[in-house]
Nanobody
Framework: QVQLVESGGGLVQPGGSLRLSCAAS????????IGWFRQAPGKGRERVSC???????YYADSVKGRFTISRDNAKNTVYLQMNNLKPEDTAVYYC?????????????????WGQGTQVTVSS
């Protein structure tokens, strides 16, 4: 069955970096778009970044220039490199796929989700 597993979260000081991984199983990641989302306490889930199959990328304005999404199709894995982290980046980070080639805007169209990984930015 389709599974997504996130890893790489943790506690980091402001200005630090983390790399999140999203490992896929049960489907060939190369054929589908993957999105990264986050949810902070008391807030809704927001799309942070997305990478479709054509190699283009999407970033929310709040992370543009600091986060980089990439995919390694040979490893069936998508990464989110997060640099210059800020306290407001603190959230649970999820990866998800709409099982389509293109990224989609609506969260409800992402059918499969990982369990999430906690990122805490604090001094």
């Amino acid at each position: 069955q389709v599974q997504l597993v996130e890893s790489g979260g943790g506690l980091v000081q402001p200005g630090g970096s983390l790399r999140l991984s999203c490992a896929a199983s049960g489907f060939t990641l190369a054929y589908y778009a993957i999105g990264w989302f986050r949810q902070a306490p008391g807030k809704g889930r927001e799309r942070v970044s997305c990478i479709p199959t054509d190699g283009s990328t999407y970033y929310a304005d709040s992370v543009k220039g600091r986060f980089t999404i990439s995919r390694d199709n040979a490893k069936n894995t998508v990464y989110l490199q997060m640099n210059n982290l800020k306290p407001e980046d603190t959230a649970v980070y999820y990866c998800a796929t709409p099982l389509r080639m293109q990224c989609v805007e609506w969260i409800a169209e992402y059918d499969y989700w990982g369990q999430g990984t906690q990122v805490t930015v604090s001094s």
